[in-house]
Nanobody, 124 residues
Framework: VQLQASGGGLVQAGGSLRLSCAAS????????VGWFRQAPGREREFVGA????????YYDDSVKGRFIIARDNANNIVTLEMNSLKPDDTAVYYC??????????????????WGQGTLVTVSS
């Protein structure tokens, strides 16, 4: 499965962006799809994920209430809608696909496939 992340860009604080993760060469069926981000000098961190087990999204506390993950199985796309963006949200955002158990859904090592990343820059 190959993943393609898109939708990044420059936005002012308080604004919104929608990222997309598209699958090719396979489908998201049977996979959890996670969103992670990595800012310069920092480790890749969990943003949120849609679990293939519970069929619901999970979010890091830092984005809960602002970000929404939606899954479109018919089109093999998972979106990350980001609202009320803050400068601290600035990072390269990656999507990954894997089969983590729910307790491990935030661990990057649980994801087998990764997209190339898309840069989100939030200006103050």
């Amino acid at each position: 499965v190959q993943l393609q992340a898109s939708g990044g860009g420059l936005v002012q604080a308080g604004g919104s962006l929608r990222l997309s993760c598209a699958a090719s060469g396979g489908t998201f069926t049977g996979y959890s799809v996670g969103w992670f981000r990595q800012a310069p000098g920092r480790e890749r961190e969990f943003v949120g994920a849609y679990s293939h087990i519970s069929r619901r999204p999970y979010y890091d506390d830092s984005v809960k209430g602002r970000f929404i993950i939606a899954r479109d199985n018919a089109n093999n796309i998972v979106t990350l809608e980001m609202n009320s963006l803050k400068p601290d949200d600035t990072a390269v955002y990656y999507c990954g696909a894997g089969r983590p158990i729910i307790s491990a859904i935030s661990r990057p090592a649980m994801y087998y496939y990764w997209g190339q990343g898309t840069l989100v820059t939030v200006s103050s």
